[in-house]
Nanobody, 129 residues
Framework: VQLQASGGGLVQAGGSLRLSCAAS????????VVWFRQAPGKGREFVAG????????YYGDSVKGRFTISRDNAKNTAYLQLSSLKPEDTAVYFC???????????????????????WGKGTQVTVSS
């Protein structure tokens, strides 16, 4: 499956953005989707994950309560709504897809394993203070 993230941009602190992750070349509804981000000079950070049918979601501690992940399998697209943005949210955001269950993925991530099966190119989010 091929993934393309979009929707990034420059926004002031406190603002909002909606990122999209469009999938092609596979049966999108078979995959869990996970967003990661990487800030300049830092390692990749888990942001949010959603199960194949959207019933289960979970979030990284730094974004919980501010970001919302969702998906529309009919449109082969997942979304990440970013709200109450802070300068420390500035990063390149990546969407990924994986055939494993969200539970398995969450276990992997808790162990520091970010080896998702499919990665898209990132989209830059810059939050000004």
């Amino acid at each position: 499956v091929q993934l393309q993230a979009s929707g990034g941009g420059l926004v002031q602190a406190g603002g909002s953005l909606r990122l999209s992750c469009a999938a092609s070349g596979g049966t999108f509804s078979n995959y869990a989707v996970v967003w990661f981000r990487q800030a300049p000079g830092k390692g990749r950070e888990f942001v949010a994950g959603i199960s194949w049918n959207g019933d289960s979601t979970y979030y990284g501690d730094s974004v919980k309560g501010r970001f919302t992940i969702s998906r529309d399998n009919a449109k082969n697209t997942a979304y990440l709504q970013l709200s109450s943005l802070k300068p420390e949210d500035t990063a390149v955001y990546f969407c990924t897809a994986d055939l494993r269950s969200l539970f398995t993925i969450a276990t992997m991530i808790s162990e520091g394993n970010y080896g998702m099966q499919y990665w898209g190119k990132g989209t830059q989010v810059t939050v000004s203070s």
